[in-house]
C-alpha cells in the first residue's frame, strides 16, 4: 500500500463536500473490488472516502410493485431477506451465487452497480429487470446507467444511495459458472494445438 488519506463521513453531503476537495477520491463501500485494485496498483487514490458511517443507505424495502435495496446493503442480506425471497426469488438467488462467503459479507450492491464490472452479477439483473438506480442528484433508468466495460453514468461526486427493482411477473437467473473450466478448455486446446505442432516436426 502507499499513502492516502482516510475519511469517515457521517452524511451524503460531507461525503460528497469530500470527492469535490480530493485530487482523486474514491468512495469505499465493501472494498471488495477497490482495495484488491490498489493492492495491484491499478488504482492510487489520493483520498479514500469510507461510506460505512452513513446512516439510511443500507436496507431492504419492499411492496407490491418495487423491491429497493440500499446501496451499502450486503450481498448476504440479498440471499436472506425474506422480502427478496418472495417478492423477486432470482435476485436472492443471484445474491447467494456471488463470490465465496468472506465476499457476500463485505461486498455492497451499490459497490457492485458502480464498478460495473462486466462480468458482475448485479449490473446483469439491474438490466434485465429494468431497476432504476437513486443517486444524490437524480434518478437514473438501469438502460441509461451502464455505459460500457467498468462505465457507468455516474458523476465523479455522485453517490448511489438506492436501487428499485420492478417486481416482475416471473424472473430467473442462471449464472456461467465455467471461468476455471473455460481456462481448463483453453489450456487442453493450446496443449492439442501445442502436441499437434510437436507431432508435425
Ligand atoms: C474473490 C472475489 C470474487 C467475486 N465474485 C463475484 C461474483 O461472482 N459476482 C459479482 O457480481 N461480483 C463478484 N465480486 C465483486 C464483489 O461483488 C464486490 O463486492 C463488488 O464488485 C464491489 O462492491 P464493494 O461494495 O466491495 O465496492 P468497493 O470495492 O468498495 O467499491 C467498488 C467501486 O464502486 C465505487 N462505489 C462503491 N460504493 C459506491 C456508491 N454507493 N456510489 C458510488 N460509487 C460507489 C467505489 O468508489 C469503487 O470505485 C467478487 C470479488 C472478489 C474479491
Known amino acids: 500500500m502507499y499513502a492516502f488519506t482516510y475519511e469517515r463521513p457521517k452524511s451524503v453531503d460531507a461525503a460528497v463536500k469530500l470527492l469535490k476537495k480530493a485530487d482523486d477520491g474514491k468512495l469505499l463501500a465493501g472494498g471488495q473490488t477497490l482495495l484488491p485494485a490498489m493492492k495491484l ?34 450481498h448476504v442480506e440479498v440471499m436472506n431477506s425474506p422480502h427478496v425471497q418472495k417478492a423477486i426469488p432470482a435476485l436472492a438467488h443471484l445474491a447467494s451465487l456471488i463470490g465465496d462467503p468472506a465476499v457476500r459479507n463485505r461486498g455492497t450492491i451499490g459497490g457492485s452497480l458502480a464498478n460495473n464490472d462486466p462480468s ?19 434518478e437514473i433508468e438501469a438502460d441509461k446507467f451502464f455505459k460500457g ?11 448511489i444511495e438506492s436501487v428499485s427493482f ?4 416471473k424472473a430467473g437467473y442462471e449464472k456461467f459458472r465455467s471461468g476455471l473450466a473455460l481456462c481448463a478448455g483453453r489450456s487442453a486446446y493450446s496443449s492439442r494445438k501445442a502436441k499437434a505442432a510437436l507431432a508435425s516436426r
Open 41 to 74: 496498483r491499478l488504482a492510487s487514490p489520493s483520498t479514500i472516502v469510507d461510506l460505512s458511517g452513513l446512516k439510511g443507505l443500507s436496507g431492504i424495502k419492499a411492496s407490491s410493485k418495487a423491491v429497493t435495496i440500499g446501496a451499502l446493503t450486503r
Open 149 to 159: 466495460l467498468f462505465e457507468t453514468a455516474l458523476a465523479g461526486d455522485e453517490i
Open 166 to 169: 420492478p417486481v416482475p411477473d
Open 120 to 138: 458482475a452479477d448485479y449490473p446483469a439483473a439491474a438490466l434485465g429487470l429494468g431497476a432504476t438506480i437513486k443517486t444524490n442528484k437524480r
